[in-house]
């Protein structure tokens, strides 16, 4: 069982529309976690951190964790065309530096 | 978020020469950082995790006296390939945090090193 499972799409939404992006990790005692966006070419970008159970909102994004059940996921409201990107889940287990990234899920957004 | 600034940003070399890549974090001290190998559509590679002032920690696989890491300050890290290949060309992407638990990570704007 991979670390951080991500479906690699890609996931295709209409202009306007939510993408909803889904992760699910493997270590029960991970306490960080996060999602960046990489665009092709381009090194992977911050969108949001999260670290407690819930839903925690950031302009069109927002990002649900839940603990119990070990996935986190990524809302993109109102998606415009430049969300286009490969999203990227990331997971630290509590207590360690190094990060893990799932594979990414590529999303598009058609006009 | 903060800045990790990363150079070069794009290298070409022969077969048999070293590169250096540096990576530095512009506004805030980065008691760890991270290298990354990333092939086309493929997701982040670590190679090693260094920590300032002491021996980087290598994933398995990673040969560290091909890949040396030296991470002399809180705000440098470089990363130099030694008797680069044609298999070594690659993306190589950095990214560092500051210390604390769960702090995020912030990455450079990557290296696409491509050995000839």
């Known amino acids: 069982q991979k670390e951080v499972e991500q479906n690699s799409g890609p996931l295709s939404v209409p202009e306007g529309a939510i993408a909803s992006l889904n992760c699910t990790y493997s270590?029960?005692?991970?306490?960080?976690f996060f999602w960046y966006r990489q665009y092709s070419g381009k090194s992977p970008e911050l969108i949001m951190s999260i670290y407690s159970n819930g839903d925690k909102e950031d302009g069109r994004f927002t990002a649900q964790l839940n603990k119990a059940s070990q996935y986190v996921s990524l809302l993109i409201r109102d998606s415009q065309p430049s969300d286009s990107a490969t999203y990227l889940c990331?997971?630290?287990?509590?207590?360690?530096?190094?990060?893990?990234f799932g594979i990414g899920t590529k999303l598009q957004v058609i006009p | 978020g903060a800045v990790v600034s990363q150079h070069p940003s794009r290298v070409i070399c022969k077969s048999g020469t070293s590169v250096k890549i540096e990576c530095r974090s512009l506004?805030?001290?980065?008691?760890?950082m991270f290298w990354y190998r990333q092939f086309p559509k493929k997701s982040l590679m670590l190679m090693a995790t260094s920590n300032e002032g002491s021996k980087a920690t290598y994933e398995q696989g990673v040969e560290k006296d091909k890949f040396l890491i030296n991470h002399a300050s809180l705000t440098l890290s470089t990363l130099t390939v030694t008797s680069a290949h044609p298999e070594d060309s690659s993306f190589y992407i950095c990214?560092?945090?500051?210390?604390?638990?769960?702090?995020?990570?912030?990455f450079g704007q990557g290296t696409r090193l491509t050995v000839v």
């Open positions: 270590d029960r005692g991970s306490q960080s």
């Open positions: 990214s560092a945090r500051s210390a604390g638990e769960g702090t995020e990570a912030f």
């Open positions: 506004d805030f001290q980065a008691t760890t």
């Open positions: 990331a997971v630290m287990p509590g207590g360690y530096q190094k990060v893990t």
